[in-house]
């Protein structure tokens, strides 16, 4: 099993529809990264959070730490958020640093 | 401008090759990083390097070496190149390394022949 699982892998949407990507994952962690990919290729930070919530634009991500879980919320989606997200969790034992990634989950939002 | 570049950005070699890509960045940031990203598109950290110190070192072949003369520069050098190599290599920085956001270069492609 992962240590990271993302739900859904892929998510089919119209233009306008509230977006919701889940994470979940198995370690304590000390942050944790949602990411963008194009279909480009090129790869965009979005957010580091370890606790609460944050916004930006149309994006909010909120992690809870008691359930190990995160989510990804899109508002008003457009077709120009059409990409892969990624979920990571960083974590620290002692002096080992680990940055374990999600499968990604492909978002299509159509017109 | 480029905040994170790498080089090349399309690689195209024969088997049994020794070929290195280059990263650079002129964030200031003092923790870099090396991920492959199979044609699964699974993204997976290979190395990271803070301050020029090691302190990410995966489960990689010891085929892959990373080489950090300064603090803006991370290079990787392949070895003899098998066609499992093959794969987007990602280059990224950070200010530091423990879960800071990060910046990614525009990956370099490279292709087994």
């Known amino acids: 099993k992962n240590e990271v699982e993302q739900s859904p892998q892929n998510l089919t949407a119209q233009e306008g529809e509230f977006i919701t990507i889940n994470c979940s994952y198995s370690v304590g962690i000390s942050a944790l990264h949602w990411l963008q990919q194009h279909p480009g290729g090129g790869i965009v930070s979005l957010f580091m959070?370890?606790?609460g919530k944050k916004k930006h634009g149309r994006l909010i991500a909120t992690i809870n730490i008691q359930e190990k879980h995160s989510s990804l919320h899109i508002t008003a989606s457009h077709p120009r958020d059409s990409a892969v997200y990624i979920c990571a969790v960083a974590s620290v034992e002692g002096s080992n640093y680990k940055l374990t990634f999600g499968k990604g989950t492909l978002l299509t939002v159509n017109p | 401008d480029t905040a994170v570049s790498q080089t090349p950005k399309y690689l195209v070699t024969q088997m049994g090759n020794d070929k290195s890509i280059k990263c650079e960045q002129n964030?200031?940031?003092?923790?870099m990083y090396w991920y492959k990203q199979d044609s699964k598109k699974f993204l997976k950290i290979m190395f990271s390097?803070?301050?020029?110190?090691?302190?990410i070192n995966e489960t990689v072949p010891n085929r892959f070496s990373p080489k950090s003369p300064d603090k803006a520069h991370l290079n990787l050098h392949i070895n003899s190149l098998e066609l499992g190599d093959s794969a987007v290599y990602f280059c990224?920085?950070?200010?530091?390394?423990?879960?800071?956001?990060?910046?990614f270069g525009d990956g370099t492609r490279l292709s087994i022949l």
């Open positions: 990224a920085s950070s200010q530091g390394p423990y879960g800071q956001p990060q910046h």
């Open positions: 964030l200031g940031h003092d923790t």
């Open positions: 959070l370890s606790s």
């Open positions: 390097y803070n301050n020029k110190e090691l302190i």
